[in-house]
């Protein structure tokens, strides 16, 4: 069972997040709404996976999060957003980001590419709608990206 932190201070969304995920077999260690909150709940829990929103509450940007949680070790994350281009231009940390407003569907189809990613370096298609790889996922093992 994979573990995942969710980053997000809109609670409608987080708890959705949450429901969906834990439904299909993912252990939710936390959810977050601000990136201090976010990276000690990734410190304590050392999570697989993380969904996290870029936009956080107090200000913050989920890409904080990612950055910090780094020097744990392999973690796999996921953006949601509603400004795509955003990540594309700012190279953070990272996987790949879905676009908001998402289908529990394509956030579950995003977030099994993404554990892929971790576990063997590839990102294989289908891509559900309003999913992107992130260039630093590209340049971590691109021979093996598909």
């Known amino acids: 069972m994979l ?15 949450e429901e969906v995920l834990v439904e299909h077999g993912y252990d939710v260690c936390g959810i977050a ?8 709940l990734g ?10 929103d870029v936009r956080l509450a107090d200000g ?3 890409t904080e999060v990612a950055a910090q949680l780094d020097a744990l070790g392999r973690l796999g994350v996921l953006y949601a957003t509603g400004n795509m281009s955003y990540l594309m231009l700012s190279v953070p940390k990272g996987d790949a980001c879905i676009s908001k407003p998402y289908r529990s ?4 189809r995003s977030l099994q590419i993404v554990a892929d990613i971790v576990a063997t370096g590839t990102a294989s298609p289908p891509f559900p ?4 790889l992130l260039p630093s ?5 691109p021979e093996r990206l598909i």
């Open 33 to 40: 709404r601000t990136v201090a909150d976010a990276v000690a």
């Open 3 to 17: 573990k995942v932190l969710i980053a997000e201070d809109d609670l409608m969304i987080a708890d959705m997040t």
């Open 129 to 132: 709608r309003g999913f992107q």
């Open 105 to 108: 569907v394509d956030l579950l």
């Open 43 to 52: 410190r304590q829990h050392k999570p697989d996976l993380a969904v996290i």
């Open 137 to 141: 996922a590209l340049t971590k093992r």
């Open 60 to 62: 913050g940007l989920g």
